[in-house]
């Protein structure tokens, strides 16, 4: 396995993007690959608003979905546990015009 995405896309047409890159593949570009696939494929099947959301610890996704287009439109205390510590989050958010088929 190298990296495992998953879109739960929402009644609105918005879709909700995770993933998660096995360690032996950490910084090959893989996950950029990955996610920019799923977005455009979503992207032509009506999909033009992304949301994503991540620990405020985890340089590699902020850095990942930063360089993906998304905007960061909120700060979560608390959002989360991880291993027992309150996790604060980022959420993230990309609008794609209708008509411009890629993010």
Request: charged share 20%; aromatic share 14%; net charge positive.
């Amino acid at each position: 396995y190298v990296v495992q995405i998953q879109v739960t896309i929402r009644p609105d047409s918005s879709a909700y993007l995770a993933y998660f890159t096995f360690t032996s593949q950490w910084r090959r570009g893989y996950a950029f690959e990955a996610c920019q696939a799923v977005i455009r494929w979503l992207i032509g099947r009506g999909v033009h608003e992304f949301v994503a959301e991540m620990d405020t610890r985890n340089v590699a996704s902020i850095r990942l979905i930063e360089k993906l287009g998304f905007q960061r439109v909120a700060y979560v205390p608390k959002a989360a546990q991880i291993r027992g510590a309150d996790s604060d989050e980022y959420r993230y958010s990309l609008t794609v015009p209708r008509g411009s088929g890629r993010p």
